[in-house]
Nanobody
Framework: QAQVMESGGGEVQAGGSLRLTCAASGAIFRITQMAWHRQVPGKQRELVASITDGGTTNYADSVKGRFSISRDNAKNTMWLQMSALEPEDTAVYYC???????????????WGQGTQVTVSS
């Protein structure tokens, strides 16, 4: 079973920047889609951004123009560059990876433990 781990969270003032990293490790054949989600206590987890192994990206309207998602397929690693951060971006950010363990099999949905991002006003 692969492990997915986030890093790079922390506290920053409004208008600042942070870069999150997600790394998947283990016996992985291929990761199809990778994504960042976030969750605030008492609210549902929401999609922030996603990227396919072909490089197609998708962003939530609330982060378009401020966040940028990227990945390195060879390293099974994904990043989220967050700029112009707002207090409303405060949340736990989770990495999600759809992992194929063998060629021709369906991908499994894997999640990291999350990393806290706090934006102060």
């Amino acid at each position: 079973q692969a492990q997915v781990m986030e890093s790079g969270g922390g506290e920053v003032q409004a208008g600042g920047s942070l870069r999150l990293t997600c790394a998947a490790s283990g016996a992985i054949f291929r990761i199809t889609q990778m994504a960042w989600h976030r969750q605030v206590p008492g609210k549902q987890r929401e999609l922030v951004a996603s990227i396919t192994d072909g490089g197609t990206t998708n962003y939530a309207d609330s982060v378009k123009g401020r966040f940028s998602i990227s990945r390195d397929n060879a390293k099974n690693t994904m990043w989220l560059q967050m700029s112009a951060l707002e207090p409303e971006d405060t949340a736990v950010y989770y990495c999600n990876a759809e992992i194929q363990y063998y060629e021709g099999t369906f991908p499994f949905d894997s999640w990291g433990q999350g990393t806290q991002v706090t934006v102060s006003s």
